[in-house]
């Protein structure tokens, strides 16, 4: 069955610093994969995904994620991190079910960003 | 707009009072499922359905029940609430078919059993 890991539970950055958020995945096959955000007390926003092509995957508020099949990771990474970055991330990868992907999703405990000026 | 939307937004109820939470989807999606997110375990799957009368299990079922009576609507129901089942939950849908992946998820429903 897929899992996804998370490691670090909480992560903290100076606003300004770079960020990168760990994410691994158990697969066998080419995985569905997807970032997650969730400000407090708000719901899921897609941050990006991959689906094939190329491993670097540009998404939304600045944020990019690498897709390294031999690492079985598919970890996030922004440059410049804002203070309005302070949020939980969760990575999540598609898993099949009924012989399609889209019906589910597996996710990782989340990661907890906190931003410090 | 495409959406999902989820109602009520925050319940408290006390344990053994039967409730429902709704969801719809206006994209005409086939798929919809029911999750919960609990601190340090992420989302995890209670139901899905595959299409109208159509449902199964995923990985957290006990003590939920839903039904599909119409393709744009999916409620969980909970026929004997106890605290453990204070948690967050999402409604998502999604397309059915290949290269369909996305999920769409609502807003969510806050859910304290006392």
């Known amino acids: 069955a897929q899992s996804v890991t998370q490691p670090d539970i909480h992560i903290t950055v100076s606003e300004g610093a770079s960020l990168e958020l760990r994410c691994n995945y158990s697969?066998?096959?080419?995985?569905?994969l997807f970032w997650y955000v969730q400000s407090p007390g708000q719901g899921l926003q897609l941050l990006l995904k991959?689906?094939?092509?190329?491993?670097l995957v540009q998404g939304i508020k600045g944020f990019e994620a690498e897709f390294k099949r031999s690492q079985s990771s598919f970890n996030l990474r922004k440059p410049s991190v804002h203070w309005s970055d302070a949020a939980e991330y969760f990575c999540?990868?598609?898993?099949?079910?009924?012989?399609?992907?889209?019906?589910?999703?597996?996710f990782g405990a989340g990661t907890i960003l906190r931003v410090k000026s | 707009e495409a959406q999902v939307t989820q109602n009520p937004r925050y319940l408290i109820t006390v344990t053994g009072k039967k409730l429902t939470v709704t969801c719809s989807q206006n994209?005409?999606?086939?798929?919809m499922s029911w999750y919960r997110q609990d601190p340090g375990l992420g989302l995890r799957q209670i139901y899905y359905?595959?299409?109208?009368?159509?449902?199964d299990k995923g990985d957290v079922p006990e003590g939920y029940k839903v039904s599909r009576k119409e393709k744009r609507n999916f409620p969980l129901i909970l026929e004997s609430p106890s605290p453990n089942q204070t948690s967050l939950y999402f409604c998502?849908?999604?397309?059915?078919?290949?290269?369909?992946?996305?999920?769409?998820f609502g807003p969510g429903t806050r859910l304290t059993v006392t």
């Open positions: 697969y066998g096959a080419t995985p569905y």
């Open positions: 998502a849908s999604t397309r059915s078919g290949q290269g369909y992946y996305e999920q769409y």
């Open positions: 999540a990868v598609g898993a099949l079910l009924n012989g399609e992907y889209g019906n589910k999703l597996v």
């Open positions: 359905s595959m299409n109208v009368e159509v449902t």
């Open positions: 991959y689906f094939s092509g190329d491993t």
């Open positions: 994209m005409n999606h086939e798929y």
